[in-house]
């Protein structure tokens, strides 16, 4: 019998089961894990207690009196509620023209850097990354004293004439304010699976195209965005998933009137206090967005 025969197989290799292992128990301890403690809350009761919420699960003799006090009532709250639906929608809504917005911008970012002499790529890459040298919540900050009436931008539009020495910009706690916040804050997550997939585009079909007297506009339709989808997907995946929970930049920039779902699950876990409900509003939010992308991906796979 040869060496390679007692050799044992690749696909039964300890190390080889360990490293697919680990993602799993990556993804149990800190993501079902913590759903499950989420789904549990919501299923319980308010109380004033801490923490504010019955029942307590309790050890393994407790399950049976677990499940017999669980009930459904906060998940029937929400649809009978208007604010909550309406939060989503606004939240949807907020996410998927602000996702719009990032990718008519980011877009040409992303090509003009994927045509860019390769010698000043990565000067250009890590242009697009230093945003991510400052804290978030500063950068947003510094949106407030820009927009602000009294702010940097209506002193420039009054410098240069377009307002007049008493006229302010008005854009400070609006929903266009929260835009701007939104996209300035996510253009990197945009741009930088669209330049992925860009980089990676063979010239050589552009010049071909050229050759057979394909005008620049029909080829980028016909070539070069179809090329694309994988990064246009993905940016706006990693985009649109945030923003609809998104609470930091509709907190400080948006005005009373900007509902969303974000906003809404803070008050309710730290102003109202009310845990069970604040639960149920997070796991509805999660399994409207992890289930079209799992429907996607697996249609996706099906292809």
Known sequence: MSDATLA???TSSPARWLVVLIPYLWMVLFFMAPFFIIVKISLS???IAMPPYVPVFDGLSAIGSFFSELDFENYLFLTQ???YVNAYLSSLKIAVISTFLLLLIGYPIALSMARAPVSIRPTLLMLVILPFWTSFLIRVYAWIGILKPEGLLTLLLQAIGLYGPDEQVQIYRTDIAVYIGIVYSYLPFMVLPLYAALEKLDGTLLEAASDLGCPPWKAFWRITFPLSIPGVIAGSMICFIPITGEF??????GGAETLMIGKTLWTEFFSNRDWPLASAVAVLLLLLLV???AIFQNQQQKV
């Open 248 to 253: 930091v930049i509709p907190d400080l920039l």
């Open 81 to 83: 509620d208007s604010l």
């Open 291 to 293: 289930v079209p992308i």
């Open 45 to 47: 009761d308010t109380a």
């Open 8 to 10: 044992p197989s690749p």
